[in-house]
């Protein structure tokens, strides 16, 4: 008998994650446009990609999440990592996301394999926990969620899914990356009748379901990662969302367990205009 195999498990950032919908580069100000008559005849044919029904379902749902105030959602998910063969093994996790701004953010996830971890923000700093292994890294940051999930992805390269639909500049960031969208099917097998919506970007196609009863809150979404090799998937579906929770501002402060151990954090080093160097060791 073979002896067992390692698989290879990833750091595929499910919606680098959200920033899927968007492209890599989440968070960044598009380039100027290309206002040439040349380029105004190009992209005319692109502007007839966006199915006009489509996009009104999607920003109703995009000014929903941007414009709340606070929401609570369980997000289970699977994505696929691909091994050195070629083979797709599929992972899983389960996240519990309380938001409540402008500066107020808590994300409790389990991966498949038991793995457990924590990221709150609580508008003065940013804590990572490890609790399979009782470590915690913290780094001093004041601001919004929205100014912390961008350094939470972009700097210290945490795995926060779906990060975009935390934003509330979500709706900007749609149009500007949308290249195509359609509208599917009216789904009525999905937990409750939803509006099926297909679309891409430059990296990426996504699907999504959008609720058609009550608000137009996301109930699942599949995205494929078609730059990458053997365009591996992220899935997600969502459920017990709640647009009104109780959130008190003790909910979302970090308390490390006893013994656990504070390690330093890793930022990424960016270069500016000039040379010098911006970001270190915390």
Not at 6 to 15: E, Q
Not at 44 to 49: G, K, S, V
Not at 148 to 172: K, N
Not at 209 to 237: N, S
Request: negative net charge; hydrophobic residues 40%; glycine residues 6%.
């Amino acid at each position: 008998m073979n002896g067992p195999r390692w698989l290879i498990r990833s750091a595929l950032c499910p919606m680098l994650c959200a920033f899927a919908l968007v492209g890599p580069a989440f968070g960044a100000e598009a380039p100027p446009p290309d206002t040439s008559p040349q380029a105004v005849e190009q992209n005319e044919p692109q502007d007839a990609l966006i199915d006009d029904e489509a996009m009104t379902v999607l920003e109703r749902m995009a000014d929903t999440l941007a414009q709340a105030q606070r929401f609570t959602v369980t997000i289970r998910a699977s994505y696929d990592v691909v091994q050195d063969t070629g083979e797709k093994i599929t992972f899983g996790e389960r996240r519990a996301v309380t938001l409540n701004r402008p500066d107020g953010l808590r994300v409790e996830a389990q991966e498949s394999d038991g793995r457990r971890s924590l990221v709150t923000f609580d508008g003065k700093a940013i804590s990572v926990f490890n609790a399979d292994e009782n470590v915690y890294g913290q780094i001093e940051r004041a601001g919004t969620i929205d100014d912390a999930v961008r350094y939470l992805v972009q700097d210290l390269r945490v795995r926060l899914p779906l990060a975009l639909l935390l934003v509330s500049t979500l709706p900007d960031e749609l149009e500007q990356r949308l290249q195509a969208l359609d509208y599917v099917e009216r789904d009525t097998l999905t937990a409750v009748p939803t509006d099926h919506l297909a679309g891409r970007t430059e990296d990426i196609d996504f699907q999504i379901w959008i609720a058609t009863e009550g608000p137009p809150l996301p109930q699942r979404v599949t995205i494929t990662y078609k730059a990458d090799e053997g365009e591996p998937q992220y899935r997600a579906d969502f459920s017990d969302w709640n647009l009104n929770p109780d959130v008190q501002p003790a909910q979302l402060a970090f308390h490390p367990l006893d013994g656990a151990e504070r390690i330093p954090v890793m930022v990424r080093v960016r270069r500016t205009a000039a040379g010098s160097s911006e970001g270190a060791p915390k």
